[in-house]
């Protein structure tokens, strides 16, 4: 009964997010990489700091105006999204849905692209979507 009350619940969440709007960013918000550069070298772990302005942070799960939370997308295309669901959570697309505002990566060596997307507290982009330049980095 536990388990399907949760399921149910889970469903309403999920049918509840896709019947949402999506939001409009802040005015000239803006997302970037404070580390690594793009171009950059390093060696796993690494650590990646996000970069936000005209915005804030805040949990996922937590409505405050003008507020979303980090998704980091590696090797993959923005245009890849479908923007009108809740960004899935896969190992390409990766949720900081505590706040975080910076992570230790490990990546296998070689090139890697990462490109940073900010959503709101349902997990959905806004509109316009509000995503990072996409960076190459190579790993040692
Ligand atoms: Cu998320």
Known sequence: M???LFALGVMLIAAFAAAQERTAPGANAEVY???PNGGA???SPFT??????????APAGVKFDN?????LLIDSDFDSLKLDEPLPATDKLLHFGKGQTETN??????????????ADYLHKSFDPPLHSKKITITVE
Do not use: D, W, Y
């Open 2 to 4: 536990k388990r399907l």
């Open 33 to 35: 990489f404070i580390a």
């Open 41 to 43: 070298t390093v060696h």
């Open 48 to 57: 990646v700091r996000f970069g936000l302005k005209g915005m804030g942070v």
């Open 67 to 71: 507020t979303g939370h980090f998704h």
């Open 105 to 118: 990566l490990t990546l296998p060596p070689g090139k890697h692209t990462l490109e940073i997307v900010f």
